[in-house]
């Protein structure tokens, strides 16, 4: 067999990015949680936003990070910290009313577009995804 006949195996296909990756990692996803919660906490146009939260906002700071990175496709550790925990099952006993949810979805896509991903494009996908998310927890008037 000469040489002219060995074939070589295919290259391995480059495995895609996730979300996670793409946002910028968790360093990312923390500057967003970090200027989201400073947002909430400090402007009054999220007034009843912030009533919904205890007075120490560092235990959702960590929970949102840990959430928002799994979600993202980063490591897993919300998940596996909250089994069997669903975002929206434990925000339904919240009453969150469709004003709170439009001002958590504004103070999020304000906090990713100032501390946001270098990818623009995928950070409004996150914006997007997250205000769904925001309004689907709204309660619905009986």
Same mark, same amino acid.
Request: glycine residues 10%.
């Given at each position: 067999?000469?040489?002219?006949?060995?074939t070589?195996?295919?290259?391995?296909?480059? &495995?895609?990015?996730?979300?996670?990756?793409?946002l910028?990692?968790?360093?990312?996803?923390?500057?967003?949680?970090? &200027?989201?919660y400073?947002?909430?906490?400090?402007?009054?146009?999220?007034?009843?936003? =912030?009533?919904?939260?205890?007075?120490?906002?560092?235990?959702?700071?960590?929970?949102?990070a840990?959430?928002?990175? +799994?979600?993202?496709?980063?490591? =897993?550790?919300?998940f596996?910290?909250?089994?069997?925990?669903? $975002? $929206?099952?434990?925000?339904?006993?919240?009453?969150v009313?469709r004003?709170?949810?439009?001002?958590?979805?504004?103070?999020?896509? =304000?906090?990713i577009?100032?501390?946001?991903? +270098?990818?623009r494009?995928?950070?409004?996908?996150?914006a997007?995804?997250?205000?769904?998310?925001?309004?689907?927890?709204?309660?619905?008037?009986?």
């Amino acid at each position: 067999m000469d040489s002219s006949d060995q074939t070589t195996a295919p290259p391995r296909p480059l &495995r895609p990015r996730t979300p996670y990756e793409a946002l910028g990692g968790g360093e990312t996803i923390q500057r967003i949680v970090n &200027r989201f919660y400073d947002l909430m906490d400090g402007e009054t146009q999220y007034a009843a936003l =912030r009533a919904m939260h205890a007075a120490d906002l560092a235990p959702m700071r960590r929970s949102l990070a840990g959430w928002l990175s +799994a979600w993202a496709g980063g490591p =897993r550790d919300w998940f596996e910290e909250n089994p069997g925990k669903c $975002m $929206m099952s434990a925000h339904r006993g919240l009453g969150v009313q469709r004003e709170v949810a439009g001002q958590w979805a504004d103070a999020m896509a =304000r906090a990713i577009a100032e501390v946001g991903p +270098a990818d623009r494009d995928m950070g409004k996908l996150m914006a997007e995804r997250l205000d769904m998310m925001a309004n689907a927890m709204a309660a619905t008037p009986e």
